[in-house]
């Protein structure tokens, strides 16, 4: 049984057909209402994440075959964020993203970071891809690292001996 054989969901080569798949604001996924609770398989479908560039819609795509995500806000989000300091040799001093249903963290690029409505804070993942949005406990450990710029009255975050301004709705 291929992979794509395996699922449920109509992937489809052709017409771009829904999964039946919703993921709520809190980067909780549900089929046909029901929430899905088997991490390694959701986990799996995360991996295959993508978006169609001429509709803008979330897609599962394996091999050829894929379909659509019905997204409330951003197909990811952030559960947590690590300081890793700058050491003798190493890389560099960044900030790895604990990213919901993934096992790897991913290094934030400051330069994806964004204020949305009601200042929710958002960065962009997956090779600057796909959107997520910072849960809570994530957006307070983040925050640790934001400072003012009183005289461009902006907010930026300060990593490396840099200045990373944060932007306001990207659309």
Partial sequence: MTEEQQWSFPLSEGELLPCGIVIDREGDWYYQGSRMHRADIVSHLCQHLGRDESSGLYIIQMGKQRCYLEVEDTPLVITGVLHTAEREGDKPEQLLLAIKH?????????????????????????????????????????????????EQNRFYLSLGGKRFYIGINPG
Avoid: H
């Fill in 102 to 150: 993934l096992e790897t963290r991913e290094s934030l690029d400051p330069e994806s970071l964004w204020i949305g409505e009601q200042n929710v804070l958002y960065c962009r993942v997956m090779e600057g891809g796909i959107p997520a949005r910072f849960l809570r406990p994530a957006y307070y450990q983040l925050a640790e690292f934001i400072q003012e710029d009183k």
